[in-house]
Nanobody
Framework: QVQFVESGGGLVQPGGSLRLSCAAS????????MGWYRQAPGKQRELVAM???????NYADFVKGRFTISRDNAKNTVYLQMNSLKPEDTAVYYC?????????????WGQGTQVTVSS
C-alpha cells in the first residue's frame, strides 16, 4: 500500500535551516511528481513545493527563494531544504505524490514532521 514517511523536522530559530526527507513506498516513485505540503494549526493544508518527474519545480510564493525541493529516485525519497525560516513556517509538513496543479494524488497521508520556528 501507499506509504509516506516524513522526517527531519524540529525546533529552529528564525533564520535557521532544516532539511526534511520523505521516503515513499507502494508507488512507482520515479513516475510521479512529488509535493511537499504543510498544515498550520487552524489552517487548511497547503502546497509548499512540487517537483515533476522531469525535474520541473513549482513553489508557493511564500517560500520562493528560501526552500528547495529535490528527489533521489534511487532511494524513493523527496527532500525539502528550508533556509531562512520564519515563525510563519511553523506547521506539520507532509509529502504526497502530486497531481494536476499540485493537488495531492493520494488520500493517504503520513504522520508528517513538525517544524517549529521560534526564538
Amino acid at each position: 500500500q501507499v506509504q509516506f514517511v516524513e522526517s527531519g523536522g524540529g525546533l529552529v530559530q528564525p533564520g535557521g535551516s532544516l532539511r526534511l526527507s520523505c521516503a515513499a513506498s507502494g508507488i512507482i516513485f520515479s513516475l510521479h511528481a512529488m509535493g511537499w505540503y504543510r498544515q498550520a494549526p487552524g489552517k487548511q493544508r497547503e502546497l509548499v513545493a512540487m517537483l515533476t518527474r522531469g525535474g520541473l519545480t513549482n513553489y508557493a510564493d511564500f517560500v520562493k527563494g528560501r526552500f528547495t525541493i529535490s528527489r533521489d529516485n534511487a532511494k524513493n525519497t523527496v527532500y525539502l531544504q528550508m533556509n531562512s525560516l520564519k515563525p510563519e513556517d511553523t506547521a506539520v509538513y507532509y509529502c504526497n505524490a502530486a497531481g494536476p496543479a499540485g493537488s495531492p494524488l493520494y488520500a493517504y497521508w503520513g504522520q508528517g514532521t513538525q517544524v517549529t520556528v521560534s526564538s
